[in-house]
């Protein structure tokens, strides 16, 4: 399968056309339409990606502020009171 096929040279599907007349166009459809569809895969699961990402952020910013007051709210412990 290293050997490539010319644009002028015979269609290897043996329709006795010349490659660039037969297969490469139906190759080159193929392939755009892979393209396309790889294009969309990606950008979908980029988007989702940077979605998820961004919902971790807020999920790390919601915890955050929800540690934030709990501290300092919490009364510190002082020894006197433990130790009578
Ligand atoms: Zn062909």
Not at 46 to 53: E, P, Q
Not at 75 to 84: C, F, G, I, M, Q
């Amino acid at each position: 399968m290293d050997k490539k096929i010319g644009r002028n040279d015979p269609c290897p599907c043996g329709s006795g056309k010349k490659y660039k007349q037969c297969c490469q166009k139906r190759e080159q459809f193929e392939r755009t339409k892979k393209d396309i569809k790889m294009r969309s895969i990606k950008s979908l699961s980029g988007g989702i990606t940077n979605m998820m990402s961004n919902i971790g952020d807020l999920n790390k910013k919601l915890t955050e502020k929800k540690e934030e007051p709990s501290e300092p709210v919490k009364p510190p412990e002082s020894p006197e009171s433990l130790e009578p």
